[in-house]
């Protein structure tokens, strides 16, 4: 047994969530914030059998997709006395990080 971590981008989750329950598979929904951006990020966690973790991955791959965005720089961390004037600038969102850990022993209680 396998345990994904898959931490995606709020417009992505429920896309996702869709997807994996129409396979079959059991997800656990996490609200999680990131750090760069402060954007709303979602923790998945997925148990899957070691045979279906390529698939996993696969979908995800496939409804998490990057792209470029346009947001208002993030204001500095320091505290200083000057002014500060935000900016566009283009990042990249979407995507996925994930983590694929062992899982020695599962229960059900």
Do not use: H, W
């Not at 969530?17 to 914030?33: N, P, S």
């Not at 990249?92 to 694929?100: D, M």
């Amino acid at each position: 047994m396998k345990m994904v971590i898959a931490i995606v981008q709020d417009d992505d989750a429920l896309d996702l969530i869709d997807t994996l329950t129409e396979k079959k598979f059991g997800v656990t929904k996490l609200a999680t914030t990131g750090g760069f951006l402060k954007s709303g990020n979602t923790t998945l966690m997925i148990g899957v059998e070691k045979e279906r973790v390529d698939e996993v991955i696969g979908l995800i791959k496939d409804v998490c997709q990057k792209r470029t965005e346009v947001v208002a720089s993030p204001s500095p961390l320091t505290g200083g006395a000057g002014v500060y004037m935000q900016y566009p600038i283009e990042v990249e969102v979407g995507g996925a990080t994930l983590f694929v850990i062992d899982v020695d022993q599962f229960l059900r209680v």
